[in-house]
């Protein structure tokens, strides 16, 4: 069933009323939990946005984090603090879900900055021509042709193992596309994290880019890999 | 409010137990029969003659009922928990119990006992009181607060229905625990390990599967996965459908249409189950009434062969943990085994072949018995709650959702907003809009599943966004906050952001009861104030005392009686004499005590009488099937379908 929830913000802490830095969850005077900043997930874990992140670090202070935040350490606490703890616990756990994937990292971050990333902005219909990157066109036009013929085949239930052997080897060759996709995101991280504005902005776009370009590909082996496992 | 103990029950679909942390030990609080299992089985006694309102009865008492009155008895009711009425008919095809007559679509489905209608959280509820008072009468003192178990792959609607069984029994409910993840709590607490763990849990009526990351004491989940309608029961059902169609292809009985024999037949089954993971072959063995016996071998290989089917649908929901959590078998370091069934053989055989664990020269995890590991599991998380001991105080679970949350999108589509998995609590925002000039209303539809179309995902809510400033059309930003709490239950939130305006939600629960009718379910009982409860406990001892000299009575007209030796008869006598002594006057702890003694000296009389149960539930119903066959069809109100096999 669901419950509605409230939720305040109170600006200094509630507890001892010394106004505190918005971006902390715990009072630095009293060290009571606070109600959940309106900060980032980076600042949730005390970092600045960046794209090249110590995951054994991460989970580290993860960990620390939900010793404190988890609301089974305030069972029996006041109806507010437990309220927060709720909110506050969930900020981390989607904080870290995020940050720790690389691909769901560079997304956020880049949203953060403004892109427009994600299903709802491009690859929606992927069949649609004008989506296909251009170096792709005739493979993937060739594909489609053989995704067709397989499932024609697999409808009647015939076996044609030239077919088969050719959309291995497609898939094989759009899985190592995607190897290289991720290999240039990893060299646009060190431009983003290392760069002024301007090598910022340009490694934004190209990430933009290669993130339009890594869903066209997975779709496409997933659209491969589904096919052959029929 | 006076804080108490925190007590960890696991409310199984064929037993329920209630734990506690004795120092550093989880240990489990036997009832008043001295057996630390309480039967999940409810039963309305019959109707008193002034017409007040007849006494329930949980655990084992209630299972004696189940032959000679099954009208009046109810069990697997967790296997009703939180579903719909369509759900549930399809459910009671495999168990004798009855819905109500008159259950509309929508409303949550009530259950015919006797003369009253019970929704499955207050069947629940009063297993939940039963495990309460077994807690209390051990403490001497009132439990208010509790742990619950569930199966992981719970959904939103069952996981309250669980909440609100706590809170019609009178317990506050302090979190829900996952039953896979509480056994890893009860593994993991002597043994400070770090690694990865895999936990196999197939219940009376569940099957759950969950990966665990066990580092400085924290028990980190990273998948779970499972089926809620797969357990020992499917077992037993297939057996049963065995020996009914025999006996009706050989001796020209259909028994269908007699739940007391059916029920009989079912406890030989379930015998016969649990013969058979220690022998190579178990029998049945059942007089019938023309003086043909019902003789039935079955050696361990057909009984293998048989639920091989059952046990094979365990294996989808490891693989996909596995694929979920990122790991192959050979990077699990240990396998943990829960629930009765993983006793059968043929489990532990496909446990072993999954996570590879022979070619690998590891066991997996026995040593705690599994029918009592997740209710100690329970109690550890318990004393993590209470925060009141040292050595759980480093201790912490981080569970998941099992199921993803999705709305329902444009044209039926599920967009998901929070991943199966994650950790809980986890919470995702969206924002909505409207879509014609001046609209004031927004209707959200939200669903649990893994399934494309909304359609074919689990309906969890409807609800709509009330009061908003009329606006051109798309102008309005309503910010919606998904929030999944640690028990694994959704809340929600909204605001209207242009306006600044807090957005009205109706909430149309899909499943599952209101606020206010949990509020009338509620179970009458005392005042806890301390002068009350010791007055409370006495009542109840006599109450008890009263039940069992009235089923001791009963059992002296009894063929039974007459197969007592006359030592035992005399050992009745005594221990009957000494409880009405004692009943008259006010030590509780000699009225215990003597019931107690009264009970166990008729154990074997009870014994006698189940045996006893099996064969005349037969030839009772044998003489009016007789007379059903020369009138007319046989029209059963809740026949047992036969279970599928190949
Ligand atoms: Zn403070």
Redesign the interface.
Known sequence: MLKVIESAVPVACWSCSVAHNESTLFCPHCSKIQPPSGGDFFSVFGLKPCLNLDLMGLEHEFHRLSRRLHPDRFARASESERQWSLADTALLNDAYRTLRDPIHRTEYLLKLHGAEIGEEHSGKDRKDPSRVPADLLEEVFELNMQLEEMRAARKMGEDDPALLASLEQAKAKFDGLLDEVDESLRAQWRKWDEGDAGARAAAQKEMVALLDRRRYLNNLVRDVTETLGA | MA?GRVVGIDLGTTNSLVAFMQGETPVVIPGVDGSNLVPSVVALDPMPADGSRPTVTVGNSARRALIETPERVVYSVKRLMGRGLGEVQRELKFFPFRLAGDVQEGEVPRIQLGELQFTPPEISAYVLRQLKRNAERYFGAPVTQAVITVPAYFN??QR?ATKDAGRMAGLQV??LVNEPTAAALAYGLDRAKEGTIAVYDLGGGTFDVSILKL??G?F?VQSTNGDTHLGGDDIDNLLLTIALDEIHAEHGVDLRQHPGAVQGLRKAAIDAKIRLSAEQSAQFDIELPNGDRYQREIPRGVFEQLIEPVLERTAAPCKQAMTDAGITPEQIDEVVLVGGSTRIPAVRQLVDELFHLAARGKKPHTDLNPDEVVALGAAV?AE????TAKNTE?L???DVTPLSLGIEALGGVVARIIPRN???????TEHFTTGVDGQTNVAIH?VQGERELAADCRS??R?DLKGIPPMTAGLPRIEV?F????DG?????AREQRSGKQAQ?E?K?TY??TDEQVESMILESFDNAEADFAARLLIEARNEAESIQSKVELARQHPAWALLTSDEQKMVDAAERHLAKVKAGSDLNALRQGIMVLDQATRRLAELMMDAAVTEAIRGKTMQAAGEDLDEELTAPHPMAPAEFK
């Open positions: 804080e939103d609607a309250q302090l979190r580092r400085d924290i980190e998380q993590i709650l209470a925060g480093d912490l679970l981080l994650s950790t809980i609590p986890a919470s995702a939200v969890l809510a609800f906050k929030l999944i709490d640690a239950i959704l809340q929600v939130s939600i909430v629960p599952g009861l």
